[in-house]
């Protein structure tokens, strides 16, 4: 009988273990889900365009910036499962309402330009491995994203998004498609190589500011409300305070799993682009992500430019949603609708109508002659211009006992977090600064 027992002991332990783990598994989401929309279209647009024009030599942002948005995202996070509420929400309670209006408008335009040059960047990687029109992908594009999310229930939709984050990887076997001096690589990596000129600090920030991202905020947050609201036995760490150790435990392990992958698939893209387009003079050209795999089949052949031009189309339906959705949360927060993708369009009809009104403008963009590097040109400089506030406004709210009760940040995120904010602060002067001598 005591062996039964002990046995028995045993096996709900295992099974504790398993469930444990599993539990953990079907966990890791928003963070992931962040991280990898992160990697859009025009993301890897960048990317390509540092790569094809400086080599290996700005590798080493992708280890800088890598602690400053895994911080920011944590920080995000952790306010979102304190209060069980977004940003937007959160700034609506406790501050003016003017700071609110300007934020979350600002977020918006963004938004909805980057939707706009990510649809063509998907329209442009379609019609070049498929043929066609790119008109009628961009159209399809949109559409189909815009029936994901607003018929496919939340949790389902979750599920799909966390299995299309695999497509990053094909930028990370592309790589492996070519040659590479791997020496050179680690060298650049480990070893920051500045360049004292105007172009180069462009480039800077505009790593920067693809890598730390207002929606990636907007997003992260409204995402781990939701969470808590879809689950019977969770509720804001405020209000369960017994909940705080495995959540806020959770929440780094996501957040700094998701922006390290974020990060790991923007290296490969600089490094890709940089051992082939840079040495060949190829790069000149490149504006787009279409542009970089179009240069690459010559140098690195078919199978490379097909792997690249499928991820950008993959990363396309991340970031899409993710886009979308964020400023969707925002506005909701802000007039206080209904806001969640795991409600029904009937029951939430606001929510819906602006998530769909913000792709659609997107999609409009495509068809009203805006050059979609125009608008990834805009996208970048309001998203630096409204980077800086929103990132004061999540450290001030992330000190604020009225809204972080018994969970103040810890140290280290208080350190990582007003560092990053400066660096971002003075990455935007510089934006400004080159964009008034022009």
């Known amino acids: 009988m005591a062996e039964l027992s ?5 096996a709900k332990h295992d099974s504790e273990s398993n469930e444990t783990q599993k539990t953990i598994l079907q966990r890791l989401g928003p963070g992931l889900i962040t991280g990898a929309a992160d990697d859009d279209p025009s993301g890897i647009a960048t ?7 400086f080599g290996f030599g700005m590798l080493w942002t992708m280890l800088f910036s890598f602690p400053l948005m895994a911080a920011m995202q944590e920080i995000s996070a952790r306010i979102g499962r304190i209060t069980g509420a977004g ?12 700071i609110v209006y300007v934020l979350v408008t600002l977020l918006c335009v963004a938004n909805i330009f980057n939707l706009g040059a990510d649809i063509a960047a998907m329209g442009a990687a379609a ?7 790119v008109s009628a992908y961009v159209l399809a594009f949109g559409l189909l994203s815009i029936i994901l999310q607003v018929y496919v229930p939340y949790r389902q939709y979750v599920r799909y998004l966390k299995w299309l984050t695999v497509v990053l990887f094909t930028y990370i076997v592309t790589a492996f498609t070519i040659h590479v001096p791997w020496m050179s690589v680690i060298r650049a990596t480990l070893i ?12 800077l920030v505009a790593v920067l500011g693809t890598t730390i991202s207002p929606y990636l905020f907007f997003w992260q947050t409204s995402q781990e409300a939701e969470d808590v609201c879809l689950n019977e036995n969770e509720e804001p760490l405020k209000r369960k305070p017994s909940q705080a150790f495995r959540q806020l435990r959770r929440i780094a392990l996501d957040s700094r799993v998701g922006m390290g992958f974020s990060n790991l698939v923007a290296f490969f893209v600089i490094l890709t682009t940089a051992a082939t387009l840079y040495s060949s003079g190829g ?12 240069a690459l089949q010559p140098i690195a052949g078919h199978f490379a430019f097909l792997l690249f031009a499928l991820g950008i189309i993959g990363t396309g339906f991340l970031a899409i949603p993710v886009l979308a959705g964020s400023a969707a949360y925002a506005v909701g927060e802000t007039f206080q609708w209904r806001s ?3 409600s029904k369009p009937q ?3 606001k929510f819906y109508l602006f998530l769909t009104a913000a792709t659609v403008g997107g999609i409009a963009l495509n068809f009203f002659g805006l050059d979609p590097i125009r608008a990834l040109f805009w996208s970048a400089v309001i998203n630096g211009l409204v980077a800086v506030p929103v990132m004061i406004a999540l450290m001030v709210m992330s000190a604020n006992r009225a809204i972080t009760g018994k969970f103040p940040l810890p140290a280290y995120l208080r350190v990582v977090g007003w560092s990053a904010t400066a660096i971002m602060f003075l990455a935007s002067l510089a934006f400004a600064g080159s964009l008034v001598r022009k």
């Open 6 to 10: 002990a046995g028995t002991a045993t």
């Open 47 to 53: 990317y390509s365009q540092i790569g094809a024009q």
């Open 87 to 98: 940003i937007a929400e959160n700034l609506r309670k406790y501050y003016p309402k003017p």
């Open 127 to 133: 019609e070049m491995v498929f043929g066609g029109n």
């Open 192 to 203: 920051p190589s500045i360049m004292w000129n105007s172009t180069y600090w462009m480039a």
């Open 283 to 294: 790069g000149k050209g490149i504006q787009t992500s279409a542009d970089a795999a179009k």
């Open 340 to 342: 969640s993708l795991e």
């Open 347 to 349: 029951h939430a009809p």
